[in-house]
């Protein structure tokens, strides 16, 4: 393993770590092992986390920010189309999906996912603030944009439960 790829991994703090090169790029895997009872040994288990970038010498996680990126394309175009700030969008909501975290710790938790170097997204608080009330004052769009989705054919689901959960208005999904 190179130098520098282990200085990433110690300022990471990342252990049980696994690194391969494949192509010109590193990726980070996480290791454990089970018992296999009918080889009656342990079997290794491993499972791509994150992928290194040796030019800003940093770990991005890759795995969960790959998926979501190619589901986020579908919606692309439609997203610019009615929206102005769609890197926005598709960053907050990136970020929310895969990590719900504060609105505050946005710009944070995306600068860490592969997705940031393909979607270049202005995620200070400030700008987040008036990104969304631009958004929420903005019906047209949003009525546009949803019927849009529609017509297309395609359907999306999506599990509201963990927003629920952390609502003091838990009676409302019900």
């Avoid at 994150?50 to 997203?79: E, H």
């Avoid at 995620?123 to 008036?130: D, E, R």
Wanted: charged share 30%.
């Amino acid at each position: 393993m190179e130098e520098w790829i282990r200085e990433i991994l110690e300022k990471e703090d990342l252990k049980n770590v696994e690194v391969k090169k494949i192509g010109k790029n590193y990726y980070v895997y996480e290791v454990s092992s089970v018992y296999d009872r009918e080889k009656k040994r342990p079997r290794k288990i491993s499972g791509i986390i994150k992928k290194v970038n040796r030019n800003v010498r940093t770990v991005f996680r890759y795995g969960n920010s790959k998926i979501i990126y190619d589901i986020i394309r579908d919606i692309d175009a439609p997203l610019r189309k009615y929206f102005e700030s769609a890197n926005e969008i598709m960053a907050m909501a990136s970020v929310r999906v895969i990590r719900n975290v504060p609105l505050k710790y946005i710009n944070d938790a995306y600068s860490k996912l592969y997705m940031s170097n393909i979607i270049d997204a202005s995620l200070s608080h400030s700008t987040i603030a008036q990104k969304l009330r631009d958004i929420r004052s903005d019906t047209r769009a949003q009525h546009e944009f949803f019927r849009k989705l529609i017509s297309d054919g395609n359907v999306y689901l999506y599990n509201l439960s963990s927003i629920f959960s952390y609502s003091e208005n838990t009676n409302l999904a019900e």
